[in-house]
């Protein structure tokens, strides 16, 4: 069983950046593959970015590439996104997400536990 829980957001300005963490229980976190996803008032729930189980392979939505960047620290069982010129399109509750295989998906019914949010909002 993994428990992931999502810290880091807020509201900040058009332009403006935040980092979001995703804190995981367990010692087998670094074995899953994280996947952070969003999801709009009134919106499905997207794909954002994913890493692997080692961190060496990520991919991204063509919507954040070049403005966030995922990470992780397996010594610490936390993940990252790194959220860079933000926009008011951004806005979202965000969640993260742990893949047991340990390749990254951008499938969100690929993952077997997910944290319960942390809200994102960007002001024009």
């Known amino acids: 069983q993994v428990q992931l829980v999502e810290s880091g957001g807020g509201l900040v300005e058009a332009g403006g950046s935040l980092r979001l963490s995703c804190a995981a229980s367990?010692?087998?976190?670094?074995?899953?593959?994280v996947g952070w996803f969003r999801q709009a008032p009134g919106k499905e729930r997207e794909f954002v970015a994913t890493i692997s189980s080692t961190g060496g392979s990520t991919y991204y939505a063509d919507s954040v590439k070049g403005r966030f960047t995922i990470s992780r620290d397996n010594a610490k069982t936390t993940g990252y996104l790194q959220m860079n010129s933000l926009k008011p399109e951004d806005t979202a509750v965000y969640y993260c997400a742990a893949d047991r295989w340990g390749l990254p998906t951008t499938a969100p019914g690929q993952y077997d536990y997910w944290g319960h949010g942390t809200q994102v909002t960007v002001s024009s």
């Open positions: 367990g010692r087998i976190f670094s074995t899953y593959a």
